[in-house]
């Protein structure tokens, strides 16, 4: 049976919607109205979400650390919606991690079911752990601002031979030493900072590229983002957001031939509001002008489940690593990297990255 294997570091709210996901779209039967519903390939590469499996899973949480896999998912403090409490009784407990910069001090301040709580265990062998799971891929979710927390996991990949997914902003896929380490070793890695399905950065991307391919010249915009989950919590000390800002604001400038000065340019969270959860609420604008000079300006409210919103696009991630193993590609995957992250190591159009994806499922050659 063809599988892939993976392991998890961070079982937060974008690990439970993920591995809800897979057991969702497993236990739906070939001929099911919703098979392909909310996924952008249902079968890719020969692989279905149901052949994605969870192997080994790390976090520092209390509440989590030492659980089993399907009782980690839901402890708090997860709060994203459950849209499938069926999960399957994986035989993984999670393992402690590495604690060194993943936890933000200031959470210490907020009520337990808000913040993270440090388990007080001996961090686990990472690397002996990924080798006797027999884990294809190590799939990085830990908290924005995780610089050394994110780099000791991408080193025990290299160590390990383990294919990197780096889902957060911290610059490992895109940094040009990192990026020669893995390709020496022949190692995939995908990366860095996800871009969500239909999120505050895609949609942003693409209405810049329409006022550029329009003739609209940009003057100046904003994305302002709030939500409630612990991601925001966390982004409350904006020393920890220097790359994430790094990460969304070139997503964004990328699309324009002459990018704006700074000061007409503003993106990143902007507050954590509790009630919210993982409901993420972006505010964008966009001011142009047209033809004669005529302003043109647009604004955008976007609402959506932050988690779910991710796991669309990592079930794909996933599947472009595991073949990319199976035909001995390694280094950086360009396409997959280009279409599924907001800093990837080159950027290109989402639509030209698209079908770039499409060709390396394919077998075409990687560029």
């Known amino acids: 049976m063809r599988e892939v294997r993976i392991a ?37 590469g020969g692989y279905r979400p149901g052949d ?60 337990d079911d808000r913040r993270f709580i440090v388990a007080r265990k001996k961090p686990c062998n ?53 990026a020669h380490r893995f390709e020496e070793k022949n190692i995939p890695i995908i990366g860095d900072d996800v871009k969500s399905q239909i999120g505050a950065t895609i949609i942003h991307r693409t209405l810049t590229k329409l006022f550029e391919d329009r003739g609209v010249k940009i003057d100046s915009t904003y994305q302002l983002n709030v939500g409630g989950n612990t991601d925001f919590l966390n982004m409350l000390n904006h020393d920890r957001l220097k790359s994430k800002k790094i990460s969304k604001t070139e997503a964004v400038q990328s699309q324009l031939q002459n990018p704006l000065n700074n000061e007409h340019i503003h ?17 964008l604008r966009i001011e142009g002008r047209g033809f004669g ?24 991630a996933i599947r472009c690593c595991k073949i990319a193993r199976e035909r001995r590609v390694g280094g950086v995957l360009i396409s997959p990297s280009a279409y599924f992250m907001k800093h990837p190591i080159e950027q290109f159009p989402d639509e030209e990255a698209r079908d770039m994806v499409e060709d390396f499922i394919a077998g075409k050659r990687e560029r």
């Open 52 to 111: 994605i499996k969870i192997v080994a899973a790390f976090d520092i949480d209390v509440r989590k650390v030492g659980k089993p896999l399907k009782e980690a998912v839901f402890a708090k403090p997860n709060c994203t919606k459950i849209f499938n409490g069926n999960i399957p009784d994986y035989p993984v407990n999670v393992e402690m991690g590495e604690v060194l910069d993943g936890v933000a001090p200031h959470m210490e301040n907020y009520p």
């Open 126 to 178: 990472v690397a002996k752990v990924l080798e006797q799971s027999c884990a294809d891929i190590l799939l990085g979710y830990l908290p924005v601002g995780s610089e050394m927390a994110t780099a000791f996991y991408a080193e025990a990949c290299l160590q390990t031979g383990v294919s990197f997914i780096n889902c957060v902003p911290v610059f490992i896929a895109s940094n040009k030493s990192w």
């Open 8 to 44: 998890i570091a961070g079982i937060g709210n974008c690990a439970s919607s993920l591995i809800q996901g897979i057991a969702y779209y497993n236990a739906l039967s070939e001929n099911h109205p919703d098979r392909d519903l909310g996924l952008m390939h249902y079968d890719l």
């Open 293 to 316: 000079h005529i302003p043109v300006n647009i604004e955008l409210r976007l609402s959506v489940e932050d988690s779910p919103n991710s796991a669309g696009v990592v079930i794909d």
């Open 267 to 283: 993106i990143g969270p902007s507050d954590y509001v509790p009630w919210l959860m993982d409901n993420k609420i972006c505010f």
